[in-house]
């Protein structure tokens, strides 16, 4: 066996990984919670429309939340039950902020929708991104962009490379990990799915090598299967080596430089948990609404589990026991996580990981200090940013120049913060800038749009008033027309009366001349 040549992604760091904890039991199903809030708003895109109403019976995996838009994903019930409310509620983000929800309570019975599997194999491409955009497949490794808008094979017609982002780099979290040892083989068959539709030359398998469980029952899975063209290839363990555009550096070589896709130079990169939500969508039927959460930090026992979207979080923690001085929830890993406004917040499609804290195990980051511009932080960025200039920009408020510098290719992996010797967190300030750039562009948008609406306003009032003023003078002409029409019948009508007085007039008179005597 030829080892498969490998190349370097620029920067990274080797931060303590912790897996261990949540990485010896099995997957566990947790049970269903007392009440389920489902946000509508899961993926990147536009906020899907509420089909149900309060007070309606839903099945598991019917659908509640219609797609709005070309970027927008479907969202299902979770579980079968009575339809409680449609109402915000506080959502799993930093912000605070609310959001709407359809609030099931379920019966107890768990009992599905009527499901078919979808015939992909026979379907055109648009009906099959049709039918994945309605089964809420969205990218499972965080960034939850909807999937049907992936699955395509791009200007050439195919792809060259096909990548299956098992590497799971970042600390604490072993969803992955845990997913790929249960379910290699459903992840290997939805990754055939995906050569199939991307008409890939090739897929390639990328798995940290600090997963060897996973490394070693994914070949076998390939094996068992039969599918060509597929292999699982370890990469190094070194964060973050699952950035997509990282790894796909590490295993072709391309570097896909800033403002590009990747698709443009023939690769395309899903997480392996998309690939087995593609396979439950495609060839069971089953939309997207659970997903594998690891719990871990400051609990007894660390673990993964297979959640139902809109379970508080809470609940789940609870299978796992926190510890009496947790102080705070984070969703996600201690690099790129985000902390919970609350541990009520609900389980949702980017729920990778609840990491639960405590002043020992995440203790206060000490004092902000000045930049020295000592230029470590450039040095360990992997999309070669230059993040004091960004720091900089962002923190002065100039926000054109902090985009100048790429602020938008930032992938938010904290690894500048994490070698910053002065304690800065940078990337809250890049979170900020890039949340007031959003910001400015909407009330922009806004008010764009609302200048269109008056300027079309008035063209339309100035439209309908030429509209008014030519019916006007349409209407004018007419009466003229009739008027002289009238008179001319007028006088035609004199005309004949007076050339028959006159024959009238002239008969009477030759009458009498031959009755007068004499006449002769
Ligand atoms: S590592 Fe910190 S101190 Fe050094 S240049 Fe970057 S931001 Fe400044
Ligand atoms: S957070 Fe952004 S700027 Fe910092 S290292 Fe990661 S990609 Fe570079």
Redesign the pocket.
């Known amino acids: 066996m030829t080892l498969r040549q490998l190349f370097h992604f620029n920067g990274g760091v080797k931060p303590a990984y912790n897996k261990e904890p949540s990485n010896a039991l099995p997957i566990m199903v947790a049970p269903l919670p007392a009440e389920l809030a489902i946000p509508l708003h899961q993926s990147v895109g536009g906020i899907p429309r509420p089909l149900v109403q309060a007070g309606e019976h839903v099945r598991k995996g019917q659908l509640i939340g219609g797609p709005d838009g070309y970027v927008s994903s479907s969202v299902h019930a979770s579980t079968s039950g009575l339809v409680k409310a449609i109402e915000p509620r506080l959502m799993p983000h930093t912000s605070g902020l609310s959001a709407l929800c359809v609030v099931i309570e379920p019966d107890g019975k768990d009992e599905w929708a009527d499901l078919a599997p979808i015939p992909w194999r026979s379907m055109k491409p648009d009906e099959v991104r049709d039918a994945l955009r309605d089964s809420g497949v969205v990218g499972l490794g965080g960034a939850v962009f909807p999937s049907y808008l992936k699955v395509n094979p791009g200007k050439q017609g195919h792809l060259n490379t096909l990548v299956i982002n098992g590497a799971e780099c970042e600390p604490f979290i072993t969803c992955d990990d845990m997913q790929m040892r249960e379910h290699a083989e459903t992840i290997i068959r939805g990754a055939a799915i995906l050569r199939d539709l991307t008409k890939a030359e090739q897929v390639l398998v990328g798995i940290e090598d600090n997963k060897p469980e996973a490394i070693a029952a994914m070949q076998v899975a390939v094996k068992a299967t039969g599918e060509p063209r597929i292999e699982i290839v370890p990469v190094p363990t070194r964060y973050p080596a699952g950035g997509a555009k990282q790894l796909i550096r590490v295993l072709t070589g391309i570097e896909v430089p800033h403002g590009t896709r990747s698709t443009d130079y023939g690769v395309q990169c899903f997480n392996t948990g998309t690939a087995f939500a593609i396979y439950e969508a495609l060839e069971l039927g089953r939309p997207l609404i659970s997903r594998i959460v690891t719990v871990a930090g400051n609990v007894e026992t660390a673990r993964n589990y297979e959640v139902r979207f809109g379970t508080p979080m809470k609940d789940v923690i609870a299978l796992s026991k926190a510890k009496p001085d947790t102080n705070r929830i984070v969703m996600g890993g201690p690099m790129m996580g985000f902390a919970m406004p609350a541990d009520t917040v609900p389980v949702v499609k980017a729920t990778n990981c609840i990491l639960v804290g405590s002043p020992t195990l995440f203790p206060p980051p000490p004092p902000e200090m000045p ?8 040095r360990a960025c992997p999309t070669d940013l230059q ?2 200039e960004m ?1 900089w920009f962002s923190r002065a408020r100039i926000f054109g120049k902090a985009q100048e510098y790429h602020l938008f290719d930032c992938i938010e992996c904290g690894c ?1 913060a994490y ?4 304690n ?1 967190p ?1 990337v809250d300030y890049f979170r900020f800038a890039k949340s007031e750039i959003w910001a400015r562009e909407n009330e922009k948008a806004a008010a764009d749009g609302a200048r269109e609406r008056y300027e079309f306003r008035l063209a339309r009032e100035e439209r309908e008033k030429a509209e008014k003023a030519a019916k006007l003078a349409a209407k004018a002409a007419e009466t003229k027309a009739k008027l002289a029409a009238a008179a001319s019948a007028d006088d035609e009508q004199k005309k004949a009366l007076i050339a028959a007085a006159v024959a009238r007039t002239e008969a009477a008179s030759a009458t009498r001349q031959e009755g007068t005597p004499g006449a002769d």
Do not use: K, M, T
Request: hydrophobic share 35%.
């Open positions: 930049c020295i511009r000592c230029g470590e932080c450039a993040p004091f720091y500048c070698v910053c010797g002065s800065i940078l």
